[in-house]
């Protein structure tokens, strides 16, 4: 079944995907340079040679978030019970893997809410003063209040949603929409 960024089980299912796309472009540069030896002809071998490097560069593309997001995997399922009671709360994105210029940041679960944007990030290696900087830069950017937080402790994320109220209690401007609209593109 496929999966949308945002959804429980995404980083999974996009780990399998670019796996199976790698694989596959190996296959086909492998196949290439195999196919080249057939030949008597150097215009077609030379040809072969060519496509086998021409087909590096579109599996280096899938095979670099791959890499960059190997570890990373889809929370338990008994966090996403957890988090999903929180769901009439505002809008909830889960397994996102963002990329800035400094940190990767794996994200279990975003809350975005008409008060802010409040992220569960259990990597202990990122500095949060700096990738809050960052992405509330972004959303500056893109016309959206710089309001979002990152946690690193479940404890305090879940504090956080339960001290929210439902989001149709506040006027909608259709920014919460917007900001996950954001947050998934930029999502790996």
């Known amino acids: 079944m496929k999966k949308r960024k945002g959804e429980y089980g995404y980083r999974n299912y996009a780990r399998m995907v670019r796996l199976g796309q790698v694989l596959f ?23 072969l040679t060519l496509m086998a490097v021409l087909s590096v560069l579109p599996t280096a593309n899938v095979a670099s978030p791959l890499l960059a997001s190997w570890r990373y995997k889809t929370p338990p399922q008994e966090f996403y019970k957890k988090t999903a009671a929180y769901a009439g709360t505002g809008t909830i994105l889960y397994d996102l893997v963002i990329t800035t210029k400094e940190q990767i940041l ?9 008060l802010g944007v409040f992220a569960y990030c259990p990597a202990e290696k990122i500095d949060l003063k700096k990738a809050e900087k960052t992405l509330n830069e972004i959303f500056k950017s893109q016309r959206l209040d710089p309001n979002l937080k990152i946690m690193k402790e479940e404890k305090q994320f ?26 998934r593109s930029m999502c790996m």
């Not at 879940?158 to 909608?172: H, M």
């Open 106 to 114: 794996p994200f279990d679960a975003v809350m975005v809410h008409p």
């Open 158 to 183: 879940f504090n956080r949603l339960s001290g929210l109220k439902p989001a149709e209690q506040y006027e909608d401007d259709g920014s919460a929409d917007y900001a996950a609209g954001v947050l």
């Open 25 to 47: 472009g190996a296959a086909a540069i492998i196949a290439q340079l195999l196919a080249r030896n057939l030949s008597d002809d150097q215009a077609v071998k030379n040809v």
